[in-house]
């Protein structure tokens, strides 16, 4: 079984760097649990632009990107769903240089996935052909895989709350444990490749 897995909000804790990232650029304090654009953004908090630069500096500088935490559960749990022979795959919005802080940061955490770069306001589609589950922290992301990837997941996080997830389109999993043991069962009821 072919999994992909975002980056950021699956693997690693974003939430948490870019608010760490707007008290550090511009002062304010905003919980890692209220940081998504379209909250941020429409209540006036940053502009556009702000938002944008302060998405560049987290993501693009090496010494802040390598700062990042790894979702709990993460560094357990991708290591032993490879050793039981599924095969992980990395499918984020980062671009090159973004990618490769990722990487770096992966390593220094033990974790050994394929990680490629489609970079942003591109469809995962072409890039999730193949898998037999994708997981990502943002619905968006998931509605241009309906026929494409046959077992969707939005990992739940407090940013993500307000979103209604259609049952068509994906369903919600809190926790990567929850994630683990969505797999197990997922297994038992496919055929293994
Ligand atoms: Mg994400």
């Avoid at 049952?167 to 297994?187: D, P, T």
Wanted: charged share 30%.
């Amino acid at each position: 079984m072919i999994i992909g897995l975002d980056f950021d909000g699956v693997i690693s804790d974003c939430g948490r760097l870019k608010s760490d990232g707007a008290k550090h650029l511009y002062g304010v304090e905003i919980p890692p649990e209220r940081f998504k654009k379209e909250l941020i953004v429409d209540s006036g908090i940053l502009t556009l632009d702000e938002y944008r630069h302060l998405q560049k500096q987290i993501y693009g500088t090496r010494e802040i990107g390598l700062t990042m935490l790894p979702v709990d559960g993460v560094l357990e749990l991708v290591p032993k769903l490879q050793q039981e022979g599924y095969d992980l795959r990395i499918v984020t919005s980062r671009g090159e240089p973004e990618s490769k802080i990722a990487r770096e940061w992966m390593k220094s955490k033990g974790l050994d996935v394929h990680l490629v770069g489609i970079g942003g306001g591109v469809s995962k589609a072409d890039a999730c052909k193949g898998l037999d589950v994708y997981i990502d922290d943002d619905l968006d992301k998931l509605e241009p895989l309906v026929d494409v990837v046959p077992h969707r997941y939005l990992f739940s996080w407090g940013y993500n709350q307000h979103i209604k997830v259609p049952k068509s389109v994906g369903k919600r999993i809190k926790s990567w444990q929850h994630f683990y043991e969505e797999i197990s069962s997922l297994n038992g009821k496919c055929e293994p490749n």
